[in-house]
């Protein structure tokens, strides 16, 4: 996977990640949202065929756009963390 910048002001941030489909920007987009300082968030897979998305942040200008983006990460980690165990508990009661 690699990471592309196309765009960053103090406010906004555009990124072009490779290899990526709906299933990571979708969960990315919801946490990007969840977080107070955001004024817009979305992502678009411009082709089909190509496996890219570009993830754009806008915030209301109290925090970086990129700040954003990393706790959104964080909180999608954290989501993960949590199913696994959640499943591997489960599995073991089974």
């Known amino acids: 996977m690699k990471v592309n910048l196309l765009k960053k002001t103090s406010n906004e941030l555009k990124v072009e990640i490779e290899g990526t489909g709906n299933t990571v920007c979708n969960l990315l987009q919801k946490k990007i949202l969840e977080e107070k300082n955001v004024d817009m ?4 897979i411009p082709h089909p065929m190509t496996p890219n998305a570009i993830i754009y942040v806008r915030t209301k200008g109290t925090v970086k756009p990129e700040q954003i983006l990393r706790n959104a990460l964080e909180n999608a980690r954290d ?4 199913f696994s165990k959640e499943l591997a508990r489960a599995l073991k009661e089974k």
């Open 79 to 82: 989501v993960n963390k949590e």
């Open 41 to 44: 968030a979305g992502y678009d």
